[in-house]
């Protein structure tokens, strides 16, 4: 028997535990974000996700001058950006939640979500390694560099430092936030702010930990929610990952945070929605493996590197779930 590589499993749990925890305190849901503002005008947990995003950016220069991890950058694969976070955004609306939501959701006692989760590992196993898997590799075949094999980045593009482009983005996003409509009072979530740099800091945080792995890959819940379906199945991958630890630990504090707040609770989702939820899970799945990524991963994970391909998959996510919240929605 293997010996067991505890480092990767105590660094990866706790950092799911924790990032759990942070998500279910603070509400964090791109769904909803993007819900919230579409149909009622309140930006308030679309503004933690910026603010989270600003603050993993920082976070993410600060480890790489400390040279803490050797963080990698992901491809401008462009079809399957675009193609991949639209779809991951229309799956996102149909099941009602994010990966990251729908996996804390778990913690909050949300039988739906084991429901979402069983369609995502699906979906995600049959684009990965099932028979989606040819279409998976054509569309990520095309692919924009900045010299042989240089991924573009916000910095890398436009030849100004890292520090100026967070500090310009900064700046516009504060002026958003600063406009943008305030939230409405009565919830027991945390402020907005605060959701915002803790789950900023707890990307950071991803990128870091799992160096205890076999390499960086930061927080995500894309294809490793495949593999906790596969694993157990068919041992595939052969050993468990340090994202797979960590995912498991996320349900853990979410549970650990709604018990505290007295959120937790069985809730069992009406039998007519099953398989929306369902067919929206399974899309989600697949659309992550499409676009390397789900909203965590890509949409915070790896855009704070500053990586246009990542940020163009976080925008493609947004477009997808407007557009479909307009054509079942707004356009009535």
Not at 216 to 227: D, E, L, M, Q, R
Not at 231 to 253: D, E, I, R
């Amino acid at each position: 028997m293997d010996e067991i590589d505890w480092p990767l499993i105590v660094s990866a749990l706790g950092t799911g535990i924790a990032f759990g925890f942070v998500l279910q305190r603070g509400g964090f849901c791109l769904t909803r974000a993007i819900s919230n503002a579409a149909l009622a005008g309140d930006t308030t947990i679309l503004r933690a996700y910026v603010l989270a995003l600003l603050v993993a950016m920082a976070a993410v220069q600060v480890i790489l001058s400390l040279e803490l991890a050797e963080i990698p950058v992901r491809q401008l694969h462009w079809l399957s950006n675009l193609v991949g976070g639209a779809l991951f955004g229309v799956g996102m609306i149909l099941s009602g939640g994010c990966s990251g939501s729908t996996w804390y959701r778990v913690g909050e006692g949300a039988v739906g979500a084991w429901v979402i989760l069983l369609g995502f590992a699906i979906g995600a196993t049959t684009v990965a390694v099932g028979a989606l898997d040819p279409v998976r590799r054509a569309l990520q075949r095309p692919v924009i560099t900045t010299g042989p094999g240089a991924a573009p980045t916000l910095a890398n593009v436009t030849g100004l430092s890292p520090w100026i482009v967070i500090a310009i983005l900064a700046a516009a996003a504060g002026l958003w936030m600063w406009w943008a409509r305030s939230e409405a009072g009565g919830h027991t979530k945390w402020p907005w702010p605060v959701t915002g740099a803790a789950v900023g800091v707890m990307i950071a945080v991803g990128w870091w930990a799992s160096t205890y792995g076999d390499r960086p890959v930061g927080i995500t819940f894309a294809a490793n929610t495949g593999h906790l379906l596969t694993y157990p199945l068919v041992g595939y991958p052969t050993k468990a990952t340090w994202s797979m630890w960590m995912a498991l630990g996320v349900p853990v504090g979410a549970f650990v945070s709604a018990k505290r707040a007295g959120e937790f609770g069985w809730k069992v989702p009406p039998g007519d929605s099953l398989i929306k939820i369902f067919g929206g899970g399974l899309l989600m799945g697949g659309a992550a493996l499409i676009a390397e990524g789900c909203n965590i991963n890509q949409g915070l994970t790896n855009s704070a590197t500053l990586a246009l391909g990542s940020l163009l998959t976080f925008a493609a996510m947004g477009g997808g779930a407007w557009l479909s919240l307009w054509a079942l929605y707004m356009r009535r």
